[in-house]
């Protein structure tokens, strides 16, 4: 037998949990051929990768991400390559560019996923081929693709495209009966395109950008019961997946959400829900998040949280974060572009004092801890205040309340003004117990948005170091099996997708990782501009020593750390259909060497 490509002696993991050995394996026409404990034949095979003392993985999921707009002038998504994802999931959050013109995707992504405007709009009607979804399919796979692709169908994307974001963001509209039948077409056809199921959203503070609609929520927050039940249906029937957000101030909401999940005389509904995180603002929420999951789980439901499984660290250039946008005046100081009125605002004291109030309550769900002292300054052409909290500040300028200690540098420096605060996922030990809980899935990176806000494309190995730490220290919380098994086939499994394992018979999809360098270098800060948004500089991770190959399809997209020629010119990935498994290769099982 010959090979395309052989890694030798590298500790294998299958993405399955089961116990891991130093194997032998083998690669062929995209597939894995052969996984042996002893040599392979390398006679006319041109690449053989010693991997001794390294992690040879099943290439990672990433569950949810808003790539929708940079696959389109930027499909190569090497942000995420080269920390060994290998599949990428598109539509989250009720957005994705199937229907939607380019001034629509504009306003639903702009804002909300705060990415330039205008560099969507430009993105979707420059590239838009399509009108179905085995269209859009179909004109991906034409794209030089890095990692594979996976996708949900956006509701607000679908209500916008039949009602006009007007009618779509208004209270008291609802679709006729032919604009309903026609949303639920677009699903079924999405569903039978091998979409993964449908994302919508109800949480209320993320807001729609440009002119017409500005500061109005997502379509999908104004749907009727009626809508989203018929949508819903669909969804059973197929065995296809929601995944949503729940609007956190309405408990109401939150538990139907959870509920949905159930099959009472029918099938239960998939449901995938933003999110378990250990928010700073409410430390006890997270101890409910696991054992509602469990039982409505045991009740016969099919539910899981989505989780980020490290420290979410956000960033910010003066105001312009989404976390403002919970409460009013932080969303008012948001819904104002121009910066000359924005600051004549901001110096405003009854705005100041309204501020103030809203930044001090202790009523309502909130997801910022709004805690000035709990807020860096990491870059400001004032020097004397870099590395202080904005309550220091305040505290040395004579006492000034943390709000205006605030406002007065944003008044001062704009988006010169850089600060960072870490909202959830703070304390270790929590996320260790977030880490084993079965009705947590790891996702939620945000991958292709919020580009100057945070990063966390290696949130993979961020989570490998965690478990390989403690198990070094002595005091392990779940094996580096469980938790390959949890970034890789667990996902897989649970979205029905052809992807997350490492057997013989498997697309070759490989993360080739080196253990003695998931250190502090993982953390490390770093920017790159991108070229699709005008040369944008981007929070990205980069730590090249880490992981040393990365396989699509069998096809090395990644080499010590850097990207191959493939990357960007040619085609490595693919769009993987929901439920739909590549056949083995079972004209040729009989001459696989099995596990030695």
């Not at 993991?13 to 690669?27: E, H, K, Q, T, W």
């Not at 010590?560 to 083995?584: C, I, K, M, N, Y």
Request: charged share 25%; aromatic share 8%; glycine share 8%.
């Amino acid at each position: 037998m010959t090979y395309d490509t052989i890694i030798r002696n590298g500790r294998w993991f299958d993405g399955s949990g089961a116990a891991s050995a130093v194997r032998n394996i083998g690669i062929r026409n995209g597939h894995v051929v052969a996984i042996s404990a002893d040599d392979l034949d390398a006679t006319d095979c041109p690449r053989v990768v010693d991997a001794t003392g390294l992690w040879v993985l099943p290439g990672m999921l990433d569950i949810h991400t808003h790539y929708d707009v940079e696959v389109l002038n930027g499909p190569a998504l090497a942000e995420s390559l080269r920390h060994g994802v290998t599949t990428v999931m598109l539509g989250s959050c009720s957005l994705s560019t199937i229907h939607v013109d380019g001034t629509q995707a504009g306003d639903l992504f702009g804002r909300v996923e705060a990415i330039p405007r205008e560099h969507v709009i430009a993105a979707v009607d420059g590239r838009k081929t399509w009108r179905t979804c085995e269209e859009y399919v179909e004109a991906l796979e034409t794209m030089p693709l890095g990692p594979n692709l996976a996708a949900f169908i956006g509701h607000s994307d679908m209500r916008t495209a039949v009602m006009g974001l007007d009618r779509a963001t208004r209270k008291r509209e609802r679709p006729s009966r032919a604009e309903q039948a026609e949303m639920e077409r677009m699903l079924a056809e999405a569903l039978r395109a091998g979409f993964v199921g449908m994302s919508s959203m109800q949480l209320l503070f993320d807001k729609i950008d440009g002119d017409v609609c500005r500061s109005r929520t997502l379509p999908s927050t104004y749907a009727g019961a009626r809508e989203q039940r018929r949508l819903k249906s669909l969804l059973r029937k197929a065995g296809r997946v929601l995944q949503s957000g729940p609007n956190i101030e309405n408990p109401v909401n939150l538990g139907s959400q959870i509920a949905q999940s159930l099959g009472v005389f029918r099938n239960p509904l998939k449901t995938s829900l933003l999110s378990a995180a250990d928010v700073k603002s409410n430390p006890y929420a997270i101890a409910l998040m696991g054992p509602v999951a469990r039982l409505v789980n045991r009740l016969g439901a099919d539910f899981r949280w989505q989780h980020l499984p490290v420290p979410f660290e956000v960033y910010a250039d003066g105001i312009d974060l989404v976390i403002f946008e919970e409460f009013g005046a932080g969303a008012a100081a948001l819904h104002l572009r121009d910066e000359v009125e924005r600051n004549e605002m901001m110096r405003d004291e009854d705005y100041r004092r309204r501020f103030r109030k809203e930044y001090e309550s202790k009523f309502g769900v909130r997801v910022w801890h709004r805690d000035f002292f709990d807020a860096e300054i990491v870059e400001c052409p004032d020097a004397s205040v870099v590395g202080k909290s904005f309550g220091r500040v305040g505290v040395e300028r004579g006492g000034l309340h943390p709000v205006d200690a605030f406002l007065d540098l944003v008044l001062e420096h704009g988006t010169a003004l850089r600060w960072r605060t870490t909202i959830s996922n703070h304390r270790p030990e929590v996320l260790k117990k977030l880490a084993r809980d079965p009705g947590v899935q790891m996702g939620f990176s945000d991958a292709g948005a919020h580009l100057r806000n945070m990063a966390f494309y290696n949130m993979g190995l961020r989570l490998l170091r965690h478990v390989r730490d403690a198990e070094a220290a002595g005091t392990p919380f779940m094996t580096v099996e469980q938790a390959v098994h949890r970034l890789t086939g667990e996902l897989a499994d649970w979205y029905r997708l052809d992807a997350g394992h490492l057997r013989i018979g498997d697309r070759a999809d490989v993360a080739i990782v080196d253990p003695a360098c998931l250190d502090d270098r993982l953390d490390a800060y770093a920017e790159e501009p991108v070229e699709q948004y005008g040369g944008l500089s981007r929070m990205v991770n980069r730590n090249r020593e880490t992981v040393r190959a990365v396989f699509v399809g069998g096809r090395a997209v990644f080499l010590d750390g850097e990207p191959t020629d493939l990357v960007g010119r040619h085609r490595t990935g693919r769009f993987l259909r929901a439920a739909h498994q590549s056949p083995a290769i079972a004209a040729q099982k009989d001459e696989f060497t099995s596990v030695g």
